[in-house]
């Protein structure tokens, strides 16, 4: 993003500059690509790339694991300001640097608040796409283990995707197993999936 001289680069400037710009790279399009290529054109105006990339996969990994705090983000009846100050007081508490406390200040501000799992996904597609990796969407009923997390791309290295960057996203609805997409090739072996089909079968049969 071109900048004055001396300026330094605003995260509201940065997410207002980008809402009529083209579509994001690997379908990270809309709103929530919109957010993500702000902040990725932001950090790198300010060289903080690889903080604010270990930064954002650390806050997805945090909405992940924490119930409470999607319960925060998620919640309409919430205050809006009730929402800001708890999740701006929970970065400040987890040492998070300040370009990303700022976006998601923003975020709040803009009452996007329930979206932010979702801008993150798509930051970190942006920042694989800009690094020419795949990403690989990963949707799993309970947050991934490190072991499991490693023996998923064990696997697919196997498959012949070495370099893909999993987006992690928490679905208690699956049940169990995982639902990977990949691209256009979904493998499903959640067990939500596997009940439909088992049901569909049982009625074929009958």
Known sequence: ??????????????????????????????LAGRYATALYELAADRQQLDDVLSETDALARLI?????????????????????????????QQGFGQTVTSFVGVIADNRRLSRLREIL???????????GEMTAEVVSAEALTTAQ????????????????????????EILGGLVVRVGPRLFDSSLQSRLVRLHYAMKGAA
């Open 1 to 30: 993003m071109g900048n004055a001289e001396g300026e330094e680069p605003n995260v509201a400037t940065a997410v207002t500059s980008t809402r009529s710009a083209p579509q994001s790279p690997v379908g990270a399009g809309g």
């Open 64 to 92: 992940d694991e924490s119930q409470e705090l999607r319960f925060v983000l998620g919640d309409a009846r919430l205050d809006i300001r009730d929402s800001r100050k708890a999740i701006l007081a929970i970065l400040t």
């Open 121 to 131: 996904a798509a930051f970190a597609a942006v920042a694989a796409a800009r690094r």
């Open 149 to 172: 997390r490693a023996q998923l791309q064990g696997k697919l290295a196997e498959a012949g995707y070495s370099r893909v960057n999993l987006q992690e996203r928490v679905d208690p």
